[in-house]
């Protein structure tokens, strides 16, 4: 995978990791809280408890998603 990576840590130690090929809107503001993810074939919409979203545009639908437990394991592909 090329292309920039977004990366997300959740409060339970997991982490989730993107790579981007583009991002539609400003970067969320450090702690906040998201509160639903939403995807479609090629984009992630991320809501969060403020109202405020990041939209991004992945790289390689199917390929461009890890989101690994606080142990390192690898929980989800896509």
Same mark, same amino acid.
């Given at each position: ?13 997991? +982490?989730?990791?993107?790579? $981007? ?5 400003? *970067?969320? %503001?450090?702690?906040?809280? $998201? %509160?639903? $993810? ?18 991004? +545009? $992945?790289?390689? *639908? ?17």
């Amino acid at each position: 995978m090329h292309g920039p990576e977004l990366q997300i840590s959740f409060v339970d130690g997991s +982490t989730m990791t993107v790579t $981007i090929a583009e991002c539609d809107s400003l *970067p969320l %503001r450090e702690g906040a809280k $998201i %509160r639903q $993810i939403s995807e479609d074939e090629t984009k992630l919409l991320f809501e969060c408890e403020d109202d405020s979203t990041l939209d991004v +545009t $992945i790289v390689e *639908p199917g390929k461009s998603v890890i989101v690994r437990d606080k142990n390192g394991q690898v929980e989800y592909l896509g």
